[in-house]
């Protein structure tokens, strides 16, 4: 949540930020964390858009 407040990432540099495979960031956290308001997705329409980044919401 900390780096995601300073500007929007890319699940691969997020990833590799925090040691982790960018598939399974996405699937086990990114997308839970968008589903629970924490982030928004730079795409909101297009969660599959190559330049897809997350960033903090307001309430994250």
Request: cysteine-free.
């Given at each position: 949540m900390a780096l995601t407040s300073l500007r929007p990432w890319h699940p691969t540099e997020l990833a590799k930020a925090l040691h982790y495979s960018p598939d399974k960031l996405t699937e086990r956290h990114?997308?839970?964390?968008?589903?629970?308001?924490?982030?928004?997705?730079?795409?909101p329409d297009n969660p599959a858009h190559p330049a897809q980044a997350y960033r903090a919401t307001r309430r994250g």
């Open positions: 990114l997308k839970a964390m968008v589903e629970e308001g924490l982030l928004e997705r730079t795409h």
